[in-house]
């Protein structure tokens, strides 16, 4: 039974039901200390159906298998009782769409891309205190096509490549690292414009480092440059804003529609159409057309990110949130690219601090969205006095509560920067972007070990 | 499965000087209930991966499309020609005799319902108190492994994996607990409820305490969280080959008292199995003993080059390469009962927030207390916005007593464990 009868045949059986079916073809090479350890390549392809009976059924299956089992089985796990759910109802689009960029991954020879990662190691590899150097390309090409029981189909084309670099020095006892990470969906022309500048950025960081002193502990005048912003805007506020932690009383951000939650300098949106931005798509994972949702602005809650099912809980519309790894999990609401809107802050203006930190880089965070309660770690820092940077500072993390925090901010710089990563919820993980200036806050916690 | 696999093994020698395909099937049934919406889901997946070395240069391809197994190993072979000569590799690994492991294959898994699944659900609803359920699941998996090679390894497995995990909120408090078993009655449901539940009840009405260098009580979750992101990089050959482990062998790591196993033969261990990911015997390795590092853990890889063999610790799925990790890792000996560790003021730190942004290389960390308390004078007191940082191989040496509390968390197998002079940050 092909894809079409399938959904004929969901539609006499259920309230909603839809199918995706994805091909996934990826490549990837790892450089360790010189030594190409991995190149590695293959196809993973399969199918998922989503049922919506008395409850959420679902189904998949990779490889070779038959659409109609899985449909059988979707159905069959959806006559549990529960309690009542449904999705909110949205337009019905019909589109087949590829993203193709120049130097589009599927395009560009092999060698080409052993030359990006074997170049990057040659510059650092015998810069100071260089110790271990891990190089890695990696590039994923997804063919998705989506339908559902409402008549929407959808089918598309989207590769995404990354480079990324850890460079590890040495001295004596201490060691000290530091990366860097370039990505787009799109062509690879950004990783080899990039590729050499970034890599020395990350040796002379990681060298420098081992010369930096741990901080001293306590709540400080923070800036946080546009890498660092992102993650603490990812971490303190976009997952609280994701609608299925506000429907369980699982976010802070419950029920404070149209209240300020945060300092009137901020506006923050949602925006999966981002060209070229690691987390862009055209359509969610439940066939909604993508685009931007506005969160924060001028400092006042007014949005929250959807999937259907949360639309139809808060008597919303779907805001094309709803991912999934892949086929065979469930899509449920995640951040694509999340923005901070610049201000009109000049950096020696947000410097100009008699004692403060400037915290740069970021090792990732955690957020716990029903306290509000964040952490989230620079990769380094720089004591600041009187206006000047001065001293490095390593193992700088920077901890406190959604709400305090952003009503503490007090500068948003000028000029944003694209920073790129993965997202992990609920067991999945999927491509994201921050897209952030500067920002100072008046006073926020450091953790340090400095006697 | 097993045909395909042996096939591409076949085709890949003709060209090959050594081949290895590593299979996997699983079957997985999950059901999810969030404030009373029930998803229910079935999963199979299966695929083989194949490592081929041709004059020393090594390429891997997968597939999940077992119709396609020519392809495989033509694009297996295609990325070994494009690859470069690893000088280091020796050979992959021969055949073994490999050990008896009990525990780890319920037969119930095999014809389990979402209606079994569900008596499950109703039992950890029926356990809450004093907070309210927002979401539970429990999980059921299925796995069989084939792992093959032009040395004669040809190695079979199969194993099961029942999980729970619950997420509850009293009053604006959140707490979640997990647990796992190899065996369907084995997961402690009814417990991890009950658990979440107090710990979140006594967790509201948090109040700022005093910070500081004092002791601090990590439990067994709060361990497993934050050696994952560190000590176990440490533990690894291939940090300490590529000179970002701070570790040598014979090196005093911690106190006496202190002992770190990793035994992929325990009885119903969540790791274990007969075989690792590259077809080697599983076992049990002494890492740290007395305090003193003994070993590291290896994969054929990274024990060839140093001439030993591997301890069996190449993890992986069949769409990846094996790297090295551990099997069930377990913390030891024990020198206290817990009561003795909450003795005097300490930090009881129940769980972190943030533990994978710790630097692998260095050991150091800075994570926030995910509802922990403060132990004074016989009270228990909810401690708000409090962060610990450090170091995690000096945190090791501090040390002061390993506790009767054993759990199993992931894949470490850990008691609470009191530690001195930890540095804590209050707001």
Redesign the interface.
């Known amino acids: 039974m092909d894809l079409e009868a399938c959904i004929r045949y969901l539609e006499g059986k259920v309230k909603y039901a839809d199918i995706r079916v994805e091909n996934i073809s990826s490549f990837s090479m790892v450089l360790r200390d010189g030594v190409m350890s991995e190149i590695c390549g293959g196809i993973e392809s399969g199918a998922s159906v989503r049922a919506l009976g008395k409850c959420w059924g679902f189904a998949s299956a990779n490889g070779f298998f038959h659409l109609k089992d899985i449909c059988d089985e979707a159905v069959e796990c959806s006559t549990v009782e529960g309690e009542k759910t449904g999705v909110a109802e949205s337009d019905v689009y019909n589109e087949k769409y590829e993203i193709r960029e120049r130097r589009d991954p599927e395009e560009v020879g092999v060698d080409e891309k052993k030359e990006i990662v074997t170049d990057a190691y040659s510059i650092v590899k015998d810069f100071r205190d260089v110790k271990s150097v891990t190089v890695s390309y990696s590039e994923c090409i997804r063919r998705k096509i989506y339908a559902n029981t409402e008549g929407c189909m959808i089918e598309c084309r989207i590769p995404s490549a990354s480079f990324s670099i850890r460079v590890r020095c040495r001295d004596g006892s201490l060691i000290q690292e530091a990366s860097e990470r370039i990505g787009r969906v799109g062509g690879i022309w950004e990783i080899e414009e990039r590729y050499a500048e970034a890599s020395m950025s990350a040796a002379e960081r990681a060298s420098a480092l081992l010369r930096a002193r741990a901080p001293k502990p306590g709540s400080y005048v923070v800036i946080m440059d546009p890498k660092l912003s992102g993650v603490f805007m990812h971490e303190a506020v976009g997952h609280a804003m994701e609608a299925d932690h506000v429907i369980t009383g699982q976010s802070i951000l419950r029920d404070k529609i149209g209240e300020r939650i945060g300092s009137h300098l901020l506006t923050v949106f949602d925006d999966p159409t981002v060209g070229g931005a690691f987390g862009f798509y055209k359509y969610d994972d439940e066939g909604i057309k993508a685009g931007r949702t506005n969160v924060i602005k001028r400092g006042v809650l007014v949005g929250y990110l959807h999937s259907r099912e949360t639309a139809f809980h808060l008597s919303s519309r779907p805001t094309g949130n709803a991912r999934a790894e892949e086929f065979s999990e469930l899509p449920i609401v995640r951040m694509s690219n999340l923005v901070i809107e610049e201000g009109d802050m000049e950096f020696e203006e947000m410097a100009d601090v008699s004692y403060g930190i400037y915290a740069c880089g970021m090792r990732g965070g955690e957020v716990d969205t029903t306290k509000g309660e964040f952490q989230f770690a620079a990769e380094e820092g720089y004591v600041i006095r009187n206006g000047e940077i001065q001293d490095r500072i390593r193992n700088l993390a920077l901890g406190g509560r959604t709400l305090e925090v952003l009503s503490l901010i007090d500068g948003v710089g000028k000029s944003s920067k694209h920073s790129i990563g993965y997202c992990g919820k609920d067991g999945q993980l999927v491509q994201v972007s921050e897209i952030s200036p500067h920002l100072r806050v008046k006073k926020i916690r450091i953790g340090g070990t400095y006697d | 499965m097993i045909d395909e696999a042996e096939r591409a093994l076949k085709l890949a020698v003709r060209e090959c000087d050594q081949a290895e395909v590593f299979g996997e099937r699983r079957r997985s049934i999950v ?1 999810k ?15 083989i ?1 194949l490592r081929v070395v041709i004059d020393k240069r ?11 197994i020519d392809e ?1 190993v033509r ?1 297996a072979i295609k ?2 020609r ?3 000569r ?1 000088e ?1 590799f020796r050979t992959l690994p021969s055949e073994e005799r490999y050990p008896t492991v009990e525990g780890c294959y319920d037969p119930k898994s095999e014809g389990i319902s ?1 209606k079994e699944i ?1 008596e499950k659900l109703e039992c950890m609803r029926n356990s809450a108190s004093g907070a ?1 359920i ?2 539970m699941s429990f999980s059921c998996v299925t796995g069989d492994w084939i792992v093959i090679n032009s040395e004669g390894i040809n190695v079979r497995d199969r194993g099961t994996c029942f999980s729970a995990s619950v ?1 509850v ?1 009293a009053d ?3 707490h979640e607990e997990d647990d796992a078993s190899r065996r369907f009655d084995g997961v402690r449901v009814e417990w991890i409820v009950e658990n979440a539940c107090e710990i979140a009840r006594e967790s509201v009405k948090q109040q700022k305490i005093e ?1 500081g260098k004092i002791a601090a009580v990590f439990t067994p979750k709060a361990i497993s969280s934050l050696m994952s992101y560190t000590t176990l990089s440490h533990l690894s050959a291939e940090s300490w080959q ?3 482990s ?1 570790y040598n062998e014979g090196d005093v790591i911690g106190p006496e008292f202190l002992e770190i196993v990793d035994d992929g033969t325990v009885q119903g261990g969540i790791g274990s199995s007969k075989m690792d990911g590259e077809g080697v015997a599983k076992r049990r390795t002494v890492l740290v003993d007395h305090g003193i590092l003994k070993s590291f853990m290896y994969d054929s890889y990274h024990a060839h080059k140093v001439g030993r063999e591997s301890t069996g610790n190449a993890l992986r799925s069949y ?3 094996p790297r090295i990790g551990p099997t069930n890792l377990i913390v030891g000996k024990c020198n206290a009962k817990l009561d003795e560790l909450m003795d005097g003021r300490c930090l009881l730190v129940t769980d972190v ?10 050991g ?5 207390v ?1 509802n922990g308390f403060m132990l004074e004078g016989g009270r228990k007191i909810p401690a708000k ?1 409090v ?5 995690m191989p000096e945190l090791w040496r501090k040390a002061e007593m390993i506790g009767d509390d054993y759990r199993s968390v992931l894949f470490i197998i850990s008691p609470s464990i009191r530690f001195s002079q930890v ?1 804590v ?1 209050s ?1």
């Open positions: 059901v209930e969030e404030e009373g919406r029930i998803r229910a889901r079935i999963s199979r997946a299966q695929g991966g090594i390429g891997f391809s997968f597939t999940s499309d077992l119709l396609k495989c694009l990325q070994a494009i690859s470069e690893d280091s979402v569900l309210r927002v979401t997420s909120n604006g408090v959140s910070g590529r000179g970002f701070p769409d990846t390469t927030i943030g533990a994978h942004t710790a630097s692998r290389a260095s150091e960390f800075s994570v926030v995910h916005d962060t610990i940082c450090g170091c540095h940050v707001s």
